[in-house]
T-cell receptor, first 115, second 112 residues
């Protein structure tokens, strides 16, 4: 059973288009996230939602709009895509892990390529 | 801040031992994670250290020195499948955020 799933896995699109990425977790976690991993492999937080409410919004262009219909889903909509948006986008949720600390559980990633 | 610094790439031989180092700024910090990320896949949790010392978990061990802002991940009896990126991440101090700050990762290549 997939804990954190996201679709699509690959997304190739033209500059200026609007696209969405969907994410779902079946771990029962209250908190979900979107991360961006660029070509240099830095994993940077974009947004964090707790129980459907936005709690963290890092310096992200407002072309990116997250939406959480319920605490198990966190979708990401991107308007007017730009070349620099090409990256891998990871959804994650967090909960107490085996070490007793809040731990991130990542989805498989969406590889976005903007042409 | 919590700047995280780790080597970009390391290579090692199958069966050997490798140590991946990570240094960080100690302010605003409360523990350190290690994640493993195979190419094209999601990062997965390996270990968490909040106290000084070495924690062993099978072939993988993680060490932390809070006063020195230093951690390492030790991989023993290397296998080809250990070829992956290893991400060091600082856990924030109390304040409500559970979001770790990730380093750029160390790409480990294990060769026969």
């Amino acid at each position: 059973d997939t804990a954190v799933s996201q679709t699509p896995k690959y997304l190739v699109t033209q500059m200026g288009n609007d696209k969405s990425i969907k994410c779902e977790q079946n771990l029962g976690h209250d908190t979900m996230y979107w991360y961006k991993q660029d070509s240099k492999k830095f994993l940077k937080i974009m947004f964090s939602y707790n129980n459907k409410e936005l709690i963290i919004n890092e310096t992200v262009p407002n072309r990116f709009s997250p939406k959480s219909p319920d605490k198990a889903h966190l979708n990401l909509h991107i308007n007017s895509l730009e070349l620099g948006d090409s990256a891998v986008y990871f959804c994650a949720s967090s909960g107490l892990g085996t070490s007793g600390v809040e731990t991130q559980y990542f989805g498989p990633g969406t590889r976005l390529l903007v042409l | 801040g919590q700047n995280i610094d780790q080597p970009t790439e390391m290579t090692a031989t199958e069966g050997a031992i490798v140590q991946i180092n990570c240094t960080y700024q100690t302010s605003g910090f409360n523990g350190l994670f290690w994640y493993q990320q195979h190419a094209g896949e999601a990062p997965t949790f390996l270990s968490y250290n909040v106290l000084d010392g070495l924690e062993e978990k099978g072939r993988f061990s993680s060490f932390l020195s809070r006063s020195k802002g230093y951690s390492y991940l030790l991989l023993k009896e290397l296998q080809m499948k250990d070829s992956a990126s290893y991400l060091c991440a600082g856990a924030p101090a109390s304040g409500g955020s559970y979001i770790p700050t990730f380093g750029r990762g160390t790409s480990l290549i294990v060769h026969p």
